[in-house]
Structure formats: C-alpha cells, structure tokens
C-alpha cells in the first residue's frame, strides 16, 4: 500500500509545489493501493490563496493546468484510492476527496466539507467541473456547487461527498483499501478505465471558451479583493 499525505502550510493548501508532489507520487506508485490523507488535523483547506494572489495571467493558466492534470491523475489513477478525509476538505481539497475511489471520514468532529468556489468567486476549470458533475450525486448537484456550502460530515455524506463515516475512520479506510487491493489489479484497472476513461477529458472548444470567458476572473480586482478579506480573517 502507498500513501500519500497531504502536507503544505495552511492546513494544506494546495500549491504548486504541493500538486507536483502529488503528480509525480501517483506516478511512482504505479497503481498500487493507494491511501490519500492530511497531515495534522486537516485534510486540505482548498487551494493557497497567497500563490492564487501572486499570480499574473499566464501565471494563473500554469497554474490551472496543474491543477487539472494533479485532478486526471488521481482521478484516472489505475489502483484503488481511498481518501481518509481526516479534517476540512474545502473547495480543491474536496476535489482531491472526489477524485479517489472511496472517502472515509470520522463519524464525529468539526470537519467542514465541500465545494465554495462561487462563494469565494472563482470559477471551475473545465476538467474539474467534469470531475465534480461526474461525482457529485445529480440529486445534489445544484446545492454542492451553486449553494457553494460547507458542510459537518453528516451532512457530506448525505449528499454523497463523502462515502462513509467511522467512529475509527483511519482502520476502516485501512479495510476498505484492503478490500479493494484483494481483486486481481489488472482487472480493477481496466474495469476502472472503462467507467472512467475519457470523462474528464476536455475539447480544444472547451479549453479555449474557460481562456476566453473565464481565466480572467481568476486575476480580476473582484477576486483579488475577496481574497485579501479572507485572508485577513
């Protein structure tokens, strides 16, 4: 079994350095059972707003980029992925808990989970949005993302951001990737590229209407000003 534990300043946000790591583990796993976790007491708070704040256009579509190919890797990884959701998972951190298999999280705590990208006003890059309508139960699709909440552990599992909740989450993430790892791994893999090939996979129409329509928010006054405040709390 590998494991990869998510670990970054700011409760493990997501930066570039934190991405590539993730990147280049997923590769040198090559499809072995694989547990996704945070350090300390969170999983991750979502993407570094400082580097977000830092980056001019052409830096902000880098960026991106990486963060849509960290996304298809761990989403089209061939082994199995359980994700111990051991704290807050917000925004690109509950996209990391969406790409994997399985999530596990404790039954009990103040983890808050979801998907706030409108309420923080960003916008979702094409693979991601893929990722999100493919995962997040259609029942549930318009208060995940529109609503833009975070939400107690009860309730991510209600809405199928979550798959399960244990009161000893890291021993039952620990069964479940157990249960995985126990089918033949070839036919896991190809059963898992069946169900999972090509949905994250995005047009040159797709790409350049994110460029042309919405890349520039990401750079926006509006945005930077909103996330000067939230930094500031």
């Known amino acids: ?6 670990s970054a300043p700011g409760k493990n946000a997501i930066n570039s350095a934190l991405m590539r790591q993730i990147i280049d ?7 072995e059972p694989l547990l996704l976790t945070g350090a300390g007491d969170a999983f991750s708070a979502g993407l570094n707003l400082k580097e977000v704040l830092s980056l001019d256009r052409a830096g902000m579509a880098t960026f991106l980029e990486l963060l849509e190919e960290m996304t298809r890797a761990l989403f089209e990884y061939p082994g199995p992925t359980v994700a111990l959701v051991n704290g ?5 951190g509950c996209v990391l808990a969406l790409c994997c298999d399985h999530r596990v999280a404790p039954a009990s705590g103040k983890a808050r989970i979801g998907l706030n990208e409108v309420a923080l006003g960003l916008r979702f890059p094409p693979r991601v949005m893929k990722l999100v309508k493919a995962r997040v139960p259609a029942r549930a699709l318009g208060r995940v993302v529109l609503g833009a909440e975070l939400f107690d552990p009860a309730t991510a599992l209600e809405l199928g951001l979550l798959d399960e909740l244990s009161d000893d989450a890291s021993a039952r993430a620990g069964e479940r990737l157990a249960a995985f790892a126990a089918h033949p791994p070839d036919a896991y893999a190809r059963a898992k590229h069946l169900v999972r090939g090509g949905v994250l996979d995005v047009s040159a129409a797709e790409a350049a209407s994110f460029d042309r329509d919405d890349l520039g928010a990401w750079v926006s006054d509006a945005l930077r000003e909103k996330i000067r405040q939230v930094l500031a709390r």
């Open 25 to 31: 583990e997923l590769a040198a796993a090559a499809g």
């Open 88 to 92: 807050h998972a917000i925004a690109g």
């Open 1 to 6: 079994m590998k494991e990869i534990i998510l």
